[in-house]
């Protein structure tokens, strides 16, 4: 599969970020690395990243999946102009699809995760930052 520009919602619900492809995994082990180029941070080392790989797991009877993604916070210092990072916010994702199992029960499951994370209930408990 082509490796595509990624377009998502900011916050507000209503304003897109597009995460740029940047390169694509290149096999197994690679990761493929998105960036939201247009975000305001002045280096590219400060704007947000998602990388995506993929490979099979020790016995090969499933497919290993890591999604890291960064969200970094950053000032510019007002004296001198630099801008410097503050802290990211790192996410990791993992998971691994058995070879096994219906295609049917991959898609269900894949797109079902995706929604609870785009759940409205989901995310504020995210955003908190505690569980329920």
Same mark, same amino acid.
């Given at each position: 599969?082509?490796? %595509?520009? +990624?377009?998502v919602f ?5 304003t897109?970020? =597009?995460y *740029? ?11 493929? !690395? ?6 305001? &941070? $002045?280096?590219?080392? +400060?704007? $947000?990243? +998602?990388?995506?790989g %993929? ?6 009877? @499933?497919?290993? /999946?890591? !999604? #890291? ?5 950053? @000032? ?6 630099? %801008?410097? /990072?503050?802290?990211?916010? $790192?996410?990791?994702?993992?998971? &691994?699809?058995p +070879?096994?199992? $219906? #295609?049917?029960?991959?898609?269900? %499951? =894949?797109? #079902? *995760?995706?929604? /609870?994370? *785009?759940? &409205?209930?989901?995310? @504020?408990? *995210? ?5 329920p």
């Amino acid at each position: 599969m082509a490796i %595509s520009d +990624l377009t998502v919602f900011k916050n507000d619900g209503v304003t897109n970020a =597009i995460y *740029v492809a940047k390169n694509s995994a290149g096999g197994d082990s690679g990761m493929a !690395i998105w960036r939201y180029d247009a975000h305001a &941070a $002045p280096y590219i080392g +400060l704007k $947000p990243e +998602l990388r995506f790989g %993929s490979k099979f797991n020790g016995p090969r009877t @499933a497919r290993r /999946l890591t !999604i #890291q993604y960064a969200y970094k916070s950053y @000032a510019t210092d007002s004296t001198t102009g630099v %801008s410097s /990072l503050v802290g990211a916010i $790192p996410w990791t994702f993992t998971g &691994a699809i058995p +070879l096994n199992v $219906p #295609q049917t029960d991959i898609d269900e %499951s =894949i797109s #079902q *995760v995706g929604n /609870l994370f *785009v759940n &409205a209930t989901f995310k @504020a408990w *995210v955003k908190a930052t505690f569980a329920p």
